[in-house]
């Protein structure tokens, strides 16, 4: 494990003033992650669950490009969050719409052919379950407790309850939205991050991002700042060396919790929830050997 040095918000980051708040998701956000995955996978230990993860992606843009008739929050409502600070598409409050739970089996069809055959047998539960069963997993994987989750199913109902909210942020504005009182959460579903980017576009150079595990907005957050707990004293970068080098832990020593951040300005392809699962070893390495705990979530490292 290689450490790089610290610096201060000063040090990495301009006064903050025009920039954009809040990127909603790209109509080719499922595309470029499968094509992310695949990248990943030649030589990789976690090769063929990252080719897995790739096909489920391809699946995710086909049904994220199929038309839809979701409902989206009203303009009163869009503008009641606002004023509170509220994500409007927090999954407490914007019920799943039904069509989810067929995407799920869609997502079976789709990429299950590639899991090993003792992964094919643990989705008996999912493929014999009835609705009540598979809203209750997706409650579990959206507000816990983990030990309550099916681990085998979790993968393609992550992958259809992500297709669902990203389908619903794209139709929204940033202007429409808020930002909540705690910036470790989506402004638009209120879910929490899986990791963070630093960005290259002009208007966001070199400023960092928030990427939501859910929908796939990315919300802006100072860097050299503690997601968790807002402290800015000594914070830590930690990566692999020799490998990954646009991957680094974000970590705090006054909350010991720690956040990956991706440096598109050293890896352009670089996606949150594909370089998550491909560096897995450095959460291994921060979780037992520095002994943080990571604040990220990704659905299909459960």
Not at 100 to 107: G, P, S
Not at 118 to 139: C, E, I, N, V, Y
Not at 216 to 229: D, T
Not at 243 to 266: G, N, Q, S, T
């Amino acid at each position: 494990m290689i450490t790089t040095p610290i610096l201060g918000p000063g040090q990495v980051e301009a006064p903050v003033g025009g920039i954009p708040a809040l990127f909603l998701p790209a109509a080719d956000l499922f595309v470029l992650r499968s094509r992310r995955f695949d990248r990943l996978a030649p030589g990789h230990g976690l090769a063929d669950y990252l080719l897995f993860l790739a096909r489920l992606a391809e699946w995710q843009q086909q049904e994220l490009d199929s038309p839809t008739d979701l409902d989206l929050p009203d303009v009163h409502l869009l503008a009641q969050c606002r004023e509170h600070a509220m994500p409007p598409l927090a999954p407490a409050g914007w019920p799943r719409h039904p069509s989810w739970r067929d995407a799920v089996f869609r997502a079976v069809d789709a990429a299950a052919h590639l899991l090993p055959a003792k992964g094919r047998q643990a989705l008996t539960p999912l493929l014999h379950g009835d609705f009540s069963w598979l809203d209750t997993q997706a409650h579990t994987l959206l507000n816990g407790p983990a030990a309550e989750l099916d681990l085998a199913s979790a993968p393609f109902i992550g992958a259809a309850l992500q297709v669902q909210w990203t389908r619903l942020a794209r139709g929204l504005q940033p202007e429409q939205l808020g930002r909540p009182e705690h910036p470790a959460i989506c402004p638009v579903c209120g879910s929490p991050p899986v990791a963070a980017v630093i960005r290259t576009e002009a208007s966001a150079r070199g400023l960092r991002y928030l990427h939501c595990a859910l929908c796939g907005s990315e919300w802006h957050l100072v860097r050299a700042k503690c997601v968790q707990c807002d402290n800015t004293r000594e914070i830590g970068y930690y990566g692999l060396e020799n490998a990954h080098p646009a991957v680094r832990a974000e970590a705090c020593p006054e909350c010991r919790c720690y956040l990956k951040v991706l440096v598109r300005e050293h890896d352009a392809s670089v996606d949150p929830i594909a370089d998550d699962i491909a560096t897995l070893t450095l959460d291994l390495l921060m979780e037992e050997k520095q002994e943080y705990a990571n604040i990220g979530t990704n659905f299909f490292m459960m």
